[in-house]
């Protein structure tokens, strides 16, 4: 007799009936996988767009330290070379007396000393220059471009400063021009405001 477990006669049968259920079946598997390799393509990209925005988060934090930095180094440069400026009127007693002339007696200077005079105000027209460039540039904080405005328009009262600016400032481009020119304006407005007003009336 025959057994139904005997693999010689019911074990290989068994086992291709098995394969051939199981194939059957095998796309409904790589149907599975399809949706699964689906699945981790979404959260690939969640995390791909994800790391794109932390990347720009540190990118601007960066550029914006940057900026700080620069902007510090800005202000120092340009108060460093505020006071090589003014360095001769401090040192020298006779370039002091010079430069006082330059408020309103031109006419007592000599013209060798008139010229240097002259050229001494250019300078503080470079570092003018300077700085509105920076400005331009976004390097000038709100603080130290109201500094060059105040200085501007106090030096800009002096006679000397006049007779340098009518001189040099075609060497400048159109929009310093305009700039100095603005500043120069504003200064003899307020002056002529102060000078103009009249005195308080006393009721009778």
């Not at 009936?17 to 149907?31: D, E, K, N, R």
């Not at 994800?50 to 988060?57: T, Y």
């Not at 060059?148 to 040099?168: D, T």
Request: charged share 20%; net charge negative; proline share 4%.
């Amino acid at each position: 007799m025959f057994s139904i477990s005997d693999p010689v006669l019911f074990g290989t049968p068994y086992l291709i009936y098995s394969w051939v259920t199981q194939w059957y079946t095998f796309p409904l598997i790589l149907l599975d996988f399809t949706i699964n390799w689906d699945a981790i393509g979404a959260v690939g990209e969640t995390f791909g767009a994800i790391a794109v925005v932390v990347s720009l988060v540190y990118v601007g934090r960066q550029l914006k330290q940057n900026t700080a930095m620069m902007r510090n180094a800005s202000a120092t440069e340009i108060l460093e070379i505020d006071h090589t400026i003014i360095l001769p009127i401090i040192e020298s007693e006779e370039f002091s007396d010079i430069w006082l002339k330059g408020d309103n007696r031109l006419n007592e200077i000599n013209e060798a000393n008139l010229q240097r005079l002259l050229l001494f105000e250019r300078r503080a027209f470079t570092l003018w220059h300077h700085h509105f460039q920076q400005r331009r540039q976004k390097l000038v904080t709100d603080e130290m471009w109201h500094y060059q405005n105040q200085m501007v328009r106090i030096l800009s009262l002096r006679e000397a400063v006049k007779v340098a600016w009518g001189i040099f400032k075609e060497t400048y481009e159109p929009s310093f021009q305009e700039y100095v020119d603005e500043q120069f304006q504003i200064a003899q407005e307020a002056l002529n405001q102060r000078d103009g007003k009249s005195p308080v009336q006393t009721p009778p």
